[in-house]
Every structure is written in structure tokens, then in C-alpha cells.
């Protein structure tokens, strides 16, 4: 089980540039994430999905787009990197029972993508 | 809405002394809290949950958290670190019945032991 893979690991972008940062999960998941993590601001979350073809804005959705069409990918588009958006980027899976039963679940993290955007 | 709040950005302290990492939370709901550990350059780890049932929460590593309803804390605390230990450590909630399962995070505290 290779669990939650990120590709690339590192990626330095221009400003005005787009790129696609991949995710995929072998644990059969069907919720997935993508946040970003700036130094003493923890981790916002950018998108997440919740079952594959259905996605949803989280706190900082802004310049960003994403794809859900299978479920074991998730992928984080830049349209037109800016230097704001210059971070570190995970993506995580969980397991989220639906229903009148309450959700939760351990979620787990890739390894990060790091990208600066000059 | 929710919020996180750690307590302390950095926690240095010599090994084998007894750690504290604060975390308070502020919610109109019910949550359940976790705390994840983040090694240098790596994805982050669950460490663990309080989820329900008995308010002091064992995880791995010899860490534990106490969940206080009255003060809305889940302090992590551990009896003696050791240099393996140096990480950031966040603490986050999710909310009952919120979709999708979403956490919030705290801002993180920088754990760092010196011999």
C-alpha cells in the first residue's frame, strides 16, 4: 500500500503560469482533500471532495481549481500561478460515513508538494 | 464557525523533561479533536483522537491528551521526550455531522529537543 502519493514533489512556477498538482490514494477513500500549509497559519484547506465527481470550496479556494473524476485521484489546478500562492501543498484521504451518523475519520496526508511561484 | 487555537508557536524543552502542548478550541457545536505530528519534511501522522467516552486520550509515541469540555481544551502532553520527538504538532476539530469530515487546524507548535 503506497497510501497518498503526491506528484510533483517540488515546483518552481512564474507568475501567469498554470500547473496540475497530482493525488492519488489506494486506501479506497472516498473523501479527499487538498490544503496548504504557510508557516504559522497550520493547514487551510483549499477544496475537498467528498465522493468522486462531487467537489467543494474550503477556506481558500481562490485561484485554484480541482478534478474529482475518479475516485482515487484528486488534482489541484493553478491557472495563473501568483507569488501568494507560492506554499506547501498536501493532499489527504479519509474514509466518511454518511447518513444520520455523525462523520469522522482519521485523515491521511501525502507528503506534500513544494512549490514557489517567482 | 470554527476555530483553533495553540497556545505556544515554539515549546523548546531538554530531553527526558515532561512537554505540554497547548490547544484551545472554540466551537457553537460538539467536535471531536485530534492531534497530528509532522516530521521534517513529511506529511503529517494522526498521534491521536478523542472521538467519545473517557476524556483522556492515549496515542503512539507515549503521547496523551485530556479533552476538557468546560474549558475547551485537548492538551497534548507526554512524561519524558526524547530528541526523535522534534516535529511540529498540530491540534485540530471537525465538527459533528459536518460534510465531507473537514478538520480545522490550529496554527501548529514547534516542538524542539536538545540533548
Known amino acids: 500500500n503506497a497510501g497518498v502519493t503526491q506528484t510533483p514533489k517540488f515546483q518552481v512556477l512564474k507568475t501567469g503560469q498554470s500547473m496540475t498538482l497530482q493525488c492519488a490514494q489506494d486506501?479506497?477513500?472516498?473523501?479527499m482533500y487538498w490544503y496548504r500549509q504557510d508557516p504559522g497559519m497550520g493547514l487551510r484547506l483549499i477544496y475537498y471532495?467528498?465522493?468522486?465527481?462531487?467537489?467543494d470550496k474550503g477556506e481558500v479556494p481562490d485561484g485554484y481549481n480541482v478534478s474529482r473524476l475518479k475516485k482515487q485521484n484528486f488534482l489541484l489546478g493553478l491557472e495563473s500561478a501568483a507569488p501568494s500562492q507560492t506554499s506547501v501543498y498536501f493532499c489527504?484521504?479519509?474514509?466518511?460515513?454518511?447518513?444520520?451518523?455523525?462523520?469522522?475519520?482519521?485523515?491521511?496526508f501525502g507528503p506534500g508538494t513544494r512549490l514557489t511561484v517567482l | 464557525a470554527q476555530s483553533v487555537t495553540q497556545l505556544d508557536s515554539q515549546v523548546p524543552v531538554f530531553e527526558e523533561a515532561p512537554v505540554e502542548l497547548r490547544c484551545n478550541y472554540s466551537?457553537?457545536?460538539?467536535?471531536?479533536l485530534f492531534w497530528y505530528v509532522q516530521y521534517p519534511n513529511q506529511g503529517l501522522q494522526l498521534l491521536l483522537k478523542?472521538?467519545?467516552?473517557?476524556?483522556l486520550v492515549k496515542g503512539i509515541n507515549g503521547f496523551e491528551a485530556e479533552f476538557n469540555k468546560s474549558q475547551t481544551s485537548f492538551h497534548l502532553r507526554k512524561p519524558s521526550v526524547h530528541i526523535s520527538d522534534t516535529a511540529e504538532y498540530f491540534c485540530a476539530v471537525s465538527p459533528h455531522y459536518n460534510q465531507g469530515g473537514k478538520l480545522i487546524f490550529g496554527q501548529g507548535t514547534e516542538l524542539s529537543v536538545k540533548p
Open positions: 486506501m479506497n477513500h472516498n473523501s
Open positions: 466551537s457553537s457545536v460538539s467536535v471531536y
Open positions: 478523542y472521538l467519545s467516552g473517557s476524556t
Open positions: 471532495s467528498a465522493s468522486e465527481g462531487t467537489t
Open positions: 489527504a484521504s479519509s474514509w466518511v460515513s454518511s447518513g444520520s451518523v455523525s462523520q469522522v475519520a482519521e485523515q491521511f
